[in-house]
């Protein structure tokens, strides 16, 4: 048996909070449609890099928002 990531389809009405701010930022830049249609399997080591990338920038905002508001994340 292959080690790794299952092929599940991907389903957008059952994601996770964190799924769905990546499935945001995959919409963002052009490639929900993919995702939607083939799967997160299906997106380039650079596409996926990217979407990492930009996921990791808009937590350290949220946590910056929070700190500035007096909120404990």
């Not at 830049?29 to 996926?48: F, N, P, Q």
Request: charged share 40%; hydrophobic share 30%; net charge positive.
């Amino acid at each position: 048996m292959s080690k790794g990531k299952k092929n599940e389809p991907f389903d957008p009405r059952n994601m996770k909070p964190e799924e769905i701010l990546k499935f945001e930022i995959a919409t963002e830049l052009g490639l929900g449609d993919k995702v939607i249609e083939s799967g997160w399997r299906s997106l380039s080591a650079k596409e996926s890099g990217r979407i990492g990338g930009l996921i990791t920038k808009r937590k350290r905002e949220m946590k910056n928002e929070a700190l500035l508001k007096g909120e404990e994340v």
